[in-house]
């Protein structure tokens, strides 16, 4: 099954739906999402996308109870305090904002780790489990939305990085 990987969307909407087309067009249907949104108006974008949301708040996140009831509209979408362990199919999966919050023992019983907050794209492991960072999907600091393609059963992941002016800082 493959999912998609975002963090940090800061609100640029156009970013979010431009991410969301290349997923659906490689056949992502759920997106797991590692925390700030910001604003719940940036949760129509996977609404309008047809596509499944688990995250969970970030640090920037000002209106948690405006973003759960954004989230409330769309089919399968729910957010989490975060760190929040899911499982998807035998794969069980901990999203989590900031690795730092989480133990060494919650990532190990994990089989997959998906976190934000550092805005960088980066992808390692720590014995059996992978632990993925999707990168910003803003785009604000590093000149670039990103995002990433993961196929839960074989934990290949494939970045995805939107290039052209349009999205340059």
């Known amino acids: 099954m493959l999912v998609g990987l975002m963090a940090d969307t800061h609100d640029r909407v156009p970013a979010v739906r431009e991410l969301l087309k290349e997923m659906t067009q490689r056949g992502v249907g759920m ?8 604003s719940p108006f940036v949760l129509q974008a996977f609404q309008d996308a047809g596509v499944a949301l688990a995250g969970v708040f970030g640090h920037n996140d000002g ?29 069980k999966i901990l999203i989590v904002h900031d690795l730092g919050d989480v133990s060494q023992r919650s990532i190990s019983s994990h089989q997959l780790v998906v976190h934000g907050m550092e805005h960088q794209q980066s992808m390692k492991t ?15 600091i590093h000149g670039a939305p990103t995002a990433a393609v993961l196929d839960i059963q074989t934990k290949h992941a494939e970045f ?10």
């Open 63 to 91: 209106d948690p109870e405006g973003l759960k009831a954004m989230a409330a509209q769309g089919m399968g979408h729910e957010l989490f305090e975060s760190p929040h362990s899911i499982t998807i199919g035998d794969q």
């Open 31 to 38: 997106v797991l999402h590692a925390g700030d949104y910001c």
């Open 160 to 169: 995805i990085k939107l290039t052209g002016e349009r999205w340059t800082n």
């Open 126 to 140: 720590r014995g059996d489990t992978l632990i993925i960072n999707p990168g910003e999907s803003c785009g604000w």
